[in-house]
């Protein structure tokens, strides 16, 4: 018995076509395993480096404590007022952030949260350092009022002091961020 042949349409096109969707679905669900892979990678390394960002974060709010601190007690004692460089780290958090496929993460979103509303203590190292301007500029002219200077000073302490409160504030929502970032190590 002559072996049975399939029809040409089977032969020419279902099977090659079978084959062909089966290798491009193949290489279509290897691809997306191997982005959501890259992705989780790329998610676990950013709040690593955040984490490690936050940790320097925290450096530079305790030193801003301490100056402040220093700057009340030169204050009260007649001296000059402070300058301070308020510039907050986000160096990492700003250049990764686009490098993640997807920031629909409760930690991710926490994380946006905390760097889009730290730049407001930007915003109060801005006004301190204008009102330190000002005291400085009546301080400097023989010729002021001492109800003037006066009035300067309380608002640069004024000032120093939300300045203290909202550095409080950011230092303890960053440590309780850090505590759910990876470990350094990790």
Not at 23 to 32: D, K, R, S
Not at 46 to 56: H, I, M, P, T, Y
Not at 149 to 156: F, G, K
Request: hydrophobic fraction near 45%; proline fraction near 4%; include cysteine.
């Amino acid at each position: 018995m002559p072996p049975a042949t399939l029809p040409w349409w089977i032969d020419k096109l279902a099977i090659p076509g079978f084959f062909t969707a089966l290798g491009a679905g193949v290489g279509w669900l290897i691809t997306e395993l191997r982005e959501m892979l890259h992705a989780r990678r790329s998610k676990r390394a950013f709040l690593r480096a955040v984490g490690l960002e936050l940790d320097g974060l925290c450096a530079q709010l305790d030193l801003f404590d301490t100056l402040v601190d220093e700057s009340l007690n030169r204050l009260q004692t007649g001296g000059e007022p402070p300058q301070l460089a308020g510039v907050i780290r986000r160096i990492v958090f700003d250049s990764q952030l686009s490098k993640l496929r997807d920031v629909d993460d409760a930690l991710i979103v926490e994380v946006i949260l905390l760097y889009s509303d730290i730049g407001a203590l930007d915003q109060v190292v801005a006004k301190l350092n204008q009102q330190g301007g000002e005291l400085a500029k009546l301080k400097s002219d023989v010729t002021m009022s001492a109800v003037y200077i006066e009035q300067a000073r309380s608002r640069v302490r004024s000032a120093l002091l939300v300045l203290k409160e909202e550095n409080g504030k950011y230092l303890k929502r960053i440590t309780t961020l850090r505590e759910k970032l990876p470990a350094r190590s990790s």
